[in-house]
C-alpha cells in the first residue's frame, strides 16, 4: 500500500548486481550481441548513410557492408559493429568498457580513474583515465527537452580552498576567486542540466535559464542574485533571499538544485579530489546522465546506447 510519504520520496530503480553482470557479459560475443541489440534495435543501419536498406552482414563476424550508391565507391562499404561509436579502434575488449561502465553506473558519487585502474589491471592510469573520459563524453543527452513545471536555478563554484592549495598553485585571492562557476536547473521531480560558465553575470545566466527552461514554465526559483533580475519579464519568477535567512516560501525554493551541488562536490572532493576546468564539462555529464535516469529500469543500456 502506497502512503503519502512514498508518493512524495519515489524511490530508485535499483542498480544490476555484479552477479547479473557476470551472467548477462560472461564472454565478448554476449557483449557484441548486447551493443547491436542497443545500438541497432530493428537491424544494422549503415554508419555512413543511415540508411538500413541494402545492408548486409559477410562472413566476417560482426560486420556488414552497405551497397547504397552514396555508400559505394567502386565496392560496397564495409564497416563493424564498433565503428563511429567510442569503442571504435580501441585494444581493450568490450567486456572491459562493459565493466567500467557499469563501475561508474553504480557509483552514487563516482569513481576514479586510479581505482578503475587497479580493478581492470589496465597497467596505466593513462588508459583508465582515457576510457572513463570517453564514458563520460557519451553520456551527454542529444535529446534535450526544455524543463517546465516548477523549475529551480541556481549556481555555485567548483574549486579548492586557498589555504588547502599546495604553494605553487595558490591564486592569491578569497572567497570564490579562482573557482569555476557552474549554473544548473533542475524540474521538480524531474531531470537537472548544468553548465560551465565563464562568469555569472546578468548576460550569462539569462541566456542559460532562456534555452534550458521553457516559456511556458508555472514557475522559476531562484536565490537573490542580480543576474536573474530580468527574468520576471519573461517568465514568472519568485526569489527566496539566503541573506535574510529565507531559504523556503512555499513553492519557492532552490533546495532540490542544491541537493544536487551537494552530491557533485562530494564526488569532486572525496572521489576525484581535483577536477580541471578542461575536464569538468565531461564530469557533469557523468553526474547529470546518473541522476536524470535514477528511475530508469535499463540506465546500463540506455548509456551504452548513446556510445
Not at 557499469?102 to 589491471?121: N, V
Not at 578542461?278 to 553526474?287: D, G, I, S, T
Amino acid at each position: 500500500m502506497n502512503t503519502k510519504r512514498d508518493k512524495h520520496n519515489p524511490k530508485f530503480t535499483p542498480q544490476m548486481t555484479i552477479g547479473q553482470f557476470e551472467r548477462m557479459f560472461p564472454d565478448e560475443d554476449s557483449c557484441r550481441t548486447y551493443l547491436a541489440q542497443r545500438r541497432w534495435p530493428n537491424g544494422a543501419v549503415c554508419p555512413r548513410c543511415g540508411k538500413q536498406d541494402h545492408v548486409y552482414s559477410i562472413a566476417k563476424p560482426w560486420h556488414w557492408e552497405c551497397s547504397n550508391p552514396e555508400c559505394r565507391k567502386g565496392n560496397a562499404y564495409r564497416f563493424s559493429l564498433t565503428v563511429k561509436t567510442i569503442f571504435e579502434n580501441t585494444k581493450y575488449p568490450l567486456r572491459v568498457w562493459f565493466h567500467v561502465l557499469y563501475l561508474m553506473l553504480t557509483s552514487k558519487k563516482g569513481i576514479s580513474a586510479l581505482q578503475i585502474q587497479r580493478m581492470i589491471g589496465s597497467g596505466s592510469y593513462s588508459t583508465a583515465f582515457y576510457m572513463c573520459h570517453r564514458l563520460r563524453a557519451a553520456m551527454n543527452d542529444p535529446e534535450f527537452r526544455q524543463l517546465m513545471g516548477i523549475v529551480e536555478i541556481d549556481e555555485t563554484y567548483i574549486g579548492g580552498k586557498e589555504g588547502n592549495r599546495h604553494w605553487n598553485k595558490k591564486v592569491g585571492g578569497s572567497g570564490t576567486y579562482g573557482k569555476i562557476p557552474v549554473i544548473g536547473a533542475i524540474s521538480r521531480k524531474g531531470n537537472v542540466v548544468c553548465k560551465m560558465i565563464e562568469n555569472t553575470d546578468t548576460e550569462t545566466l539569462t541566456r542559460f535559464v532562456r534555452k534550458t527552461v521553457s516559456d511556458k514554465v508555472d514557475l522559476v526559483a531562484t536565490d537573490e542574485h542580480s543576474g536573474y533580475r530580468l527574468l520576471k519579464w519573461a517568465m514568472p519568477h519568485e526569489v527566496v533571499k539566503h541573506s535574510k535567512g529565507e531559504y523556503v516560501r512555499g513553492e519557492v525554493h532552490t533546495n532540490n538544485m542544491e541537493s544536487f551541488w551537494s552530491l557533485l562536490k562530494r564526488g569532486v572532493v572525496g572521489t576525484y579530489h581535483n577536477v580541471s576546468k578542461k575536464y569538468l564539462p565531461l564530469y557533469l555529464a557523468e553526474f547529470s546522465f546518473r541522476f536524470n535516469n535514477r528511475h530508469e529500469p535499463d540506465i546500463f543500456g540506455k548509456a551504452i546506447a548513446g556510445c
